[in-house]
C-alpha cells in the first residue's frame, strides 16, 4: 500500500470547505468522509503521484495531492 504523508490535510467538502470527518487514520488512498456541516457523505480517491510540497502562510511546509470527490449534498 501507498503511503499518504502524515502532513496531507485531506480531502474538504465542495460546497462548504470543511475538512471531511470520519476519514481513517491513517489515510487511505481511497475511502468515504462526511461533511462536518451537512452531514452528507463523498467518496474520495486520491491521485498520490500527484504530490506537491507547498507551505502555509506561517512557512511550514506541507504535502498536497490532487483528489476526486463524488457524493450528494443537495440537501
Not at 5 to 18: A, E, L, T, W
Not at 33 to 62: H, N, P, Q, V
Amino acid at each position: 500500500m501507498s503511503k499518504i504523508d502524515s502532513s496531507f490535510k485531506g480531502p474538504r467538502c465542495p460546497n462548504h470547505g470543511c475538512p471531511l470527518t470520519g476519514l481513517p487514520s491513517p489515510l487511505t488512498p481511497k475511502g468515504t468522509g462526511r461533511c462536518m456541516i451537512s452531514g452528507a457523505s463523498f467518496d474520495y480517491e486520491i491521485d498520490l503521484d500527484s504530490k506537491t510540497m507547498k507551505r502555509d502562510k506561517f512557512g511550514k511546509e506541507y504535502a498536497d495531492y490532487s483528489f476526486s470527490l463524488s457524493g450528494d449534498d443537495s440537501n
